[in-house]
């Protein structure tokens, strides 16, 4: 069965940290693009972080610096290191696999990250 699952999210003050994991089955992982996206109320969802297969990443301007994502092929794992956390970064975080064979994208369940003020 093909899924991604969230997990580690959960409820920090501004400036703590929180790292949040996404394990992918019935994928071939090593070789797909892995995301993170979030979405805040009333907003639309933004991509936060991408790590190719060959370990190359991107940022969103926003979380440059302060966000970290990684990937543990071994184990199917993508992870998002999240520092210096902001009430502006609450959102529910994400994890996005593109499917390389098939072209296609799929999604995991979402993890809800609050950060108070």
């Known amino acids: 069965q093909v899924q991604l699952v969230e997990s580690g999210g959960g409820l920090v003050q501004a400036g703590g940290s929180l790292r949040l994991s996404c394990r992918a089955s019935?994928?071939?992982?090593?070789?797909?693009?892995m995301n993170w996206y979030r979405q805040a109320p009333g907003k639309q969802r933004e991509l936060v972080a991408g790590?190719?297969?060959?370990?190359?990443?991107n940022y969103a301007d926003s979380v440059k610096g302060r966000f970290t994502i990684s990937r543990d092929n071994a184990n199917n794992t993508v992870y998002l290191q999240m520092n210096s956390l902001r009430p502006e970064d609450t959102a529910v975080y994400y994890c996005?696999?593109?499917?390389?064979?098939?072209?296609?994208?799929?999604w995991g369940q979402g993890t809800q990250v609050t950060v108070s003020s």
């Open positions: 790590i190719t297969s060959g370990g190359s990443t």
């Open positions: 996005n696999e593109y499917i390389m064979v098939s072209r296609i994208f799929i």
């Open positions: 019935g994928t071939d992982f090593s070789i797909n693009t």
